[in-house]
């Protein structure tokens, strides 16, 4: 099968778009100020003439961080429970 270009090429772009804080806000819904607290505490960005860009695919994975996991968090309490009653 072969994909048009036209197609492939924006999915190409959208993965690789950068964002500066107010258009990353606006697709993350998190404030320009919380973002900007971020960036001072550890998210991946770029800085051109003071101006702050973060790139889509790093903002991503850094969020990646932040997933809250239920079934993981009830694992680890069945395994320390269990181990409590063993030992």
Same mark, same amino acid.
Not at 28 to 33: L, M
Not at 49 to 59: A, N
Not at 73 to 87: E, F, H, P, T, Y
């Given at each position: 099968?072969?994909? !048009?270009?036209?197609i492939?090429?924006p999915? *190409?772009?959208? $993965?690789?778009?950068? &964002? #500066?804080?107010?258009?990353?806000?606006?697709?993350?819904?998190?404030?320009?100020?919380?973002?900007?607290?971020?960036?001072?505490?550890?998210? !991946?960005?770029?800085?051109?003439?003071?101006? *702050?860009?973060? $790139?889509?695919?790093? &903002? #991503?994975?850094?969020?990646?961080?932040?997933?809250?996991?239920?079934?993981q968090?009830?694992?680890?309490?069945?395994?320390?429970?269990?181990?409590?009653?063993?030992?």
């Open positions: 099968m072969i994909i !048009p270009g036209k492939v090429e999915a *190409i772009t959208l $993965k690789e778009q950068y &964002f #500066d804080l107010r258009g990353l806000s606006a697709y993350s819904a998190v404030s320009v100020g919380s973002l900007r607290d971020y960036v001072k505490t550890g998210l !991946p960005h770029f800085k051109l003439k003071g101006k *702050i860009l973060v $790139k889509r695919s790093e &903002f #991503d994975a850094w969020l990646e961080r932040y997933r809250v996991n239920r079934s968090d009830l694992d680890n309490i069945v395994d320390v429970v269990m181990d409590s009653l063993k030992g």
